[in-house]
């Protein structure tokens, strides 16, 4: 079993609802990502935490606000989407060091579907 | 810039077979970090092996094993007598030193073992 659970595993919105995607981790990690995964390509990187502040931002759309209440924890609210943002949102979490070899550990992550 | 190039889209082999999935990067970097995560139909990514680029040795887990080498930029995999569990796509990845959060994901190859 993965040690990253990311809930739920499906989701089907429309443009107009609000949903959020949570991802939770009990490894003791600092670090924690939201990645989006169309199909048949490689995720992509969203957002990164680091000790529940937000320290990178690739310039992603304010429909997607993420969120780290405390250092297990990380939100991805959704607003207003539209349907090219359905795809495969993985969370990630990693060890805070500066130590580049330290490995990603990923959730299963939710499949969302905006029609 | 950093890139990673995998050729291959999608490879089909016949089970016990051997296959090698080829990863090629690109940074200006001296010290990087390379991986490769394992994607089964499940979502989620699994962590396989990491390498820095002062270890050129190679390296053998069980049936995998890994060929690195800098001159041809080069961090090749391959699976010995492949299984229908080996089934995924797997991705080849690179980190250096221009975000050490951030991770270069290849393309992906997907690999389908037939019993």
């Known amino acids: 079993d993965t040690e990253v659970t990311q809930t739920p595993k499906h989701l089907v919105m429309g443009m107009t609802n609000k949903k959020s995607l949570k991802c939770e981790q009990h490894?003791?990690?600092?670090?924690m990502y939201w990645y989006k995964q169309k199909a048949k390509k490689p995720p992509e990187l969203m957002f990164v935490y680091s000790y529940e502040k937000l320290s990178i931002n690739e310039s992603v759309p304010s429909r997607f606000s993420p969120e780290c209440p405390n250092s297990s924890l990380l939100n991805l609210h959704l607003h207003a989407l539209q349907p090219e943002d359905s795809a495969l949102y993985l969370c990630?979490?990693?060890?805070?060091?500066?130590?580049?070899?330290?490995?990603?550990?990923f959730g299963s992550g939710t499949q969302l579907s905006v029609l | 810039a950093q890139k990673v190039t995998q050729a291959q889209t999608e490879i089909s082999v016949v089970e016990k077979e051997d296959v090698t999935l080829d990863c090629v990067y690109e940074?200006?970097?001296?010290?990087?970090?390379l991986f490769w995560y394992k994607q089964p139909p499940s979502g989620e990514l699994v962590f396989l092996i990491r390498r820095n680029s002062f270890d050129e040795q190679n390296e053998i887990s069980g049936r995998y094993s890994w060929n690195f080498q800098k001159s041809t930029s080069s961090f090749n995999f391959t699976i010995t007598a492949s299984q229908v569990v080996d089934s995924a796509v797997y991705f080849c990845?690179?980190?250096?030193?221009?975000?050490?959060?951030?991770?270069?994901f290849g393309t992906g190859t997907k690999l389908q073992v037939i019993p």
């Open positions: 940074t200006r970097d001296t010290t990087y970090y």
């Open positions: 990630a979490s990693s060890q805070e060091t500066t130590d580049r070899n330290e490995k990603l550990f």
């Open positions: 490894m003791g990690h600092r670090a």
């Open positions: 990845a690179l980190r250096d030193s221009g975000g050490y959060q951030k991770v270069t």
